[in-house]
């Protein structure tokens, strides 16, 4: 049984705060994008320059009506309120970056990001029980606080990272989000998972949808760290709420792989000297554009391919009977 929503809100009025949404979505970016900061086109990135010009930091715009959407139409608790404070945070750290004339260095939107992971983990803790459920499994583990608490800091970390990697390509990133996120709210409806969280799932995709309708290939606007870091932090908070946290793992794994070789490579070679993947672009999706010479359009679908078949796939196991 799909629950629309819990708190005494109709199927209607659900149905109605995602019209809203996305119809507020593509409202005020078709109002509100000239004010964006413009993108300088990346360096190094396969076709980078090609961005040079549009705007971007657009993650402000669709986050923020998210917020609302939120606001006015789900029910709300103390735990879903200091969740959205965090999805906000992340998002106005990334819009001050993407609107800075000297782009952040990596330790300090890194540093940001441990912060805004430290408060999630602890307000996660104190709202939830540190038993986790290995879904395909049906096994229940409970974990000590602090070591919970700390996997619960990796995994949001991670998630903000590689999301915001793996943001290079018109619609890549964000279709990707909303392939993982469905994932998680079908697991949660054949968990039986009660609450308000499944709900903010669909407004969070229903503002992504409204942003894609000007990012898809060749893209008017850009969603910037402002999109991507909220989107990242957000999945995790998803991961964690279905209690089966590891499922991120293969809901996300085109994120993972895409954003986080990088990051993996980057970090290996930084502080150990040790290179890995010496004939590997990464992200990978500029390796495949460079190398493979997949268009734009081939790389976003394909990668969504891949996403959609594990998708499909952890699903299936995880039905009933």
Same mark, same amino acid.
């Given at each position: 049984?799909?629950?629309?929503?819990?708190?005494?809100?109709?199927?209607? #009025?659900?149905? +109605?705060?995602?019209? &809203? !949404?996305? =119809?507020?979505?593509?409202?005020? $970016?078709? @109002?509100?994008?000239?004010?964006?900061?413009?993108?300088?086109?990346?360096?190094?990135?396969?076709?980078?320059?090609?961005?040079?010009?549009?705007?971007?930091?657009?993650? #402000?715009?669709? +986050?923020?009506?998210? &917020? !609302?959407? =939120?606001?006015?139409?789900?029910? $709300?608790? @103390?735990?879903?309120?200091?969740?959205?404070?965090?999805?906000?945070?992340?998002?106005?750290?990334?819009?001050?970056?993407?609107?800075?004339?000297?782009?952040?260095?990596?330790?300090?939107?890194?540093?940001?990001?441990?912060?805004? =992971?430290?408060?999630?983990?602890?307000?996660?803790?104190?709202?939830?029980?540190?038993?986790?459920?290995?879904?395909?499994?049906?096994?229940?583990?409970?974990?000590?606080?602090?070591?919970?608490?700390?996997?619960?800091?990796?995994?949001?970390?991670?998630?903000?990272?590689?999301?915001?990697?793996?943001?290079?390509?018109?619609?890549?990133?964000?279709?990707?989000?909303?392939?993982?996120?469905?994932?998680?709210?079908?697991?949660?409806?054949?968990?039986?998972?009660?609450?308000?969280?499944?709900?903010?799932?669909?407004?969070?995709?229903?503002?992504?949808?409204?942003?894609?309708?000007?990012?898809?290939?060749?893209?008017?606007?850009?969603?910037?760290?402002?999109?991507?870091?909220?989107?990242?932090?957000?999945?995790?908070?998803?991961?964690?709420?279905?209690?089966?946290?590891?499922?991120?793992?293969?809901?996300?794994?085109?994120?993972?792989?895409?954003?986080?070789?990088?990051?993996?490579?980057?970090?290996?070679?930084?502080?150990?000297?040790?290179?890995?993947?010496?004939?590997?672009?990464?992200?990978?999706?500029?390796?495949?554009?460079?190398?493979?010479?997949?268009?734009?359009?081939?790389?976003?679908?394909?990668?969504?391919?891949?996403?959609?078949?594990?998708?499909?796939?952890?699903?299936?196991?995880?039905?009933?009977?």
């Amino acid at each position: 049984m799909i629950h629309y929503l819990t708190g005494g809100s109709t199927p209607l #009025i659900a149905a +109605i705060g995602l019209l &809203t !949404a996305f =119809a507020g979505t593509c409202f005020f $970016l078709t @109002k509100l994008s000239a004010y964006l900061p413009k993108d300088a086109g990346r360096e190094f990135a396969h076709d980078g320059k090609l961005s040079a010009g549009k705007p971007r930091g657009a993650g #402000i715009i669709f +986050i923020l009506v998210f &917020t !609302a959407a =939120a606001l006015l139409f789900a029910p $709300l608790d @103390k735990e879903i309120c200091i969740y959205l404070i965090l999805v906000a945070a992340e998002m106005l750290t990334g819009y001050m970056d993407d609107a800075s004339d000297h782009p952040w260095g990596e330790y300090k939107k890194g540093l940001l990001d441990l912060i805004v =992971a430290v408060v999630l983990a602890v307000t996660f803790l104190n709202y939830n029980s540190s038993t986790i459920v290995i879904a395909a499994m049906g096994i229940s583990i409970t974990i000590p606080p602090v070591l919970f608490g700390i996997l619960t800091v990796i995994l949001v970390w991670t998630s903000i990272n590689v999301t915001n990697c793996s943001d290079g390509v018109d619609g890549l990133s964000g279709t990707l989000a909303i392939i993982t996120l469905m994932t998680i709210y079908v697991i949660d409806n054949i968990q039986g998972q009660m609450g308000n969280f499944p709900y903010l799932i669909l407004l969070f995709v229903i503002c992504i949808l409204g942003y894609l309708w000007y990012n898809a290939t060749p893209s008017r606007l850009m969603m910037g760290d402002a999109g991507s870091r909220a989107m990242g932090i957000f999945i995790s908070i998803a991961a964690l709420k279905t209690g089966s946290p590891l499922l991120y793992i293969p809901a996300a794994i085109v994120l993972i792989l895409d954003g986080g070789l990088g990051l993996l490579k980057v970090a290996l070679l930084r502080f150990l000297k040790i290179h890995i993947l010496k004939n590997t672009r990464t992200p990978l999706h500029d390796h495949v554009r460079k190398v493979k010479g997949w268009s734009n359009t081939q790389t976003v679908f394909r990668f969504a391919i891949i996403q959609i078949v594990v998708s499909v796939a952890v699903i299936y196991m995880l039905l009933p009977g």
